[in-house]
């Protein structure tokens, strides 16, 4: 009879060591974003986060379409918000050194379901805020797969002189890979 008891406590102290580690790593990830670490469910936090990464030159909504004018976009990576049903998604914009202009989901291909798996500019780097890895500006949109900005290929947008168009269908059919985006568990 001991043993059985015995035998029924392990279980229940596994399972109370396992809700102390998952109460340790949700204090660890809270006291992380309230000093500035990963974003928090905060409106206003996400909201102050979001205009410092956004670009200066808006983009438009047309039709549904995000429409980005051209001449604003430069070495330096600009965030395009965009709604989509309901869906907050966002898109990078930057000048690679070879003068092309490079677009991408500001979600990691990996990482996207996480909700921290969104990039960050420092110097030259798009850092991922979830896995930490790190890309430079000549990565984005060349490959699919792997650990890297979500690209948005030139069959996905339409790049004019003065403009780069992704369309409201493409958004739309993108915009699963956002159900989780710069949320905090």
Excluded at 48 to 68: F, K, N, R
Excluded at 96 to 123: K, L, M
Aim: overall charge neutral.
């Amino acid at each position: 009879m001991t043993k059985q008891i015995t035998a029924g406590r392990k279980p229940a102290r596994k399972a109370v060591s396992a809700i102390l580690f998952t109460l340790a790593v949700t204090f660890a990830l809270t006291a992380c974003s309230a000093s500035g670490g990963a974003p928090s469910e905060n409106p206003a936090g996400a909201a102050e986060q979001q205009s410092t990464q956004q670009a200066s030159g808006q983009a438009a909504v047309q039709d549904g379409d995000l429409v980005i004018p051209a001449s604003n976009v430069t070495e330096q990576a600009a965030f395009y918000p965009v709604v989509v049903d309901g869906t907050k998604m966002e898109v990078i914009a930057v000048k690679a050194p070879d003068g092309t202009i490079r677009t991408a989901f500001n979600t990691c291909q990996v990482c996207y379901d996480s909700g921290r798996g969104y990039y960050e500019q420092s110097g030259d780097l798009l850092i991922c805020q979830n896995c930490g890895n790190k890309f430079s500006m000549d990565r984005v949109e060349v490959e699919a797969g792997g650990c890297n900005p979500w690209p948005i290929f030139a069959q996905d947008k339409t790049v004019k002189e003065e403009s780069i168009t992704v369309s409201y269908d493409f958004l739309k059919k993108s915009k699963d890979i956002f159900a989780n985006w710069k949320r905090t568990y």
